[in-house]
């Protein structure tokens, strides 16, 4: 599926796969890493940088701090999904909390 893709976005794409959160670290490492199939990290899809995408599932993955849950980032968030989902993406939303308590939540991805 063709993607516009914001190329003015790569380089902070970059940055954030260089400085994931701690959160993020341990599920790329710890669960998404060895799925057997391609996981990109901070993967830019329009004008947004997702936190993971799995292609072959057509799944972003997002890991939210409490920033997301402030009402500025309830609005980004709520538009920022429409345009994914208008693409045929399907975005999980996961807590940093759900990622320190429990990978197994994210059993049910792949």
């Not at 893709?5 to 794409?13: E, G, I, K, P, V």
């Not at 060895?34 to 004008?47: D, M, S």
């Not at 947004?48 to 599932?57: N, T």
């Not at 429409?82 to 990622?99: E, Q, T, W």
Request: glycine content about 4%; charged content about 30%.
């Amino acid at each position: 599926m063709e993607r516009n893709h914001n190329s003015d976005l790569t380089t902070n794409a970059r940055t954030l796969r260089k400085n994931m959160t701690k959160e993020e670290r341990h599920l790329w490492y710890d669960f998404l890493k060895t799925l057997p199939v391609t996981v990109n990290r901070e993967k830019v899809i329009g004008n947004y940088i997702v936190d993971f995408y799995i292609a072959a599932s057509n799944i972003v993955i997002e890991i939210d701090g409490s920033q997301h849950y402030e009402d500025k980032g309830i609005e980004n968030d709520t538009k920022r999904d429409a345009f994914l989902n208008d693409l045929g993406i399907k975005v999980l939303r996961y807590s940093n909390l759900d990622v320190t308590i429990d990978l197994r939540v994210f059993a049910k991805i792949y």
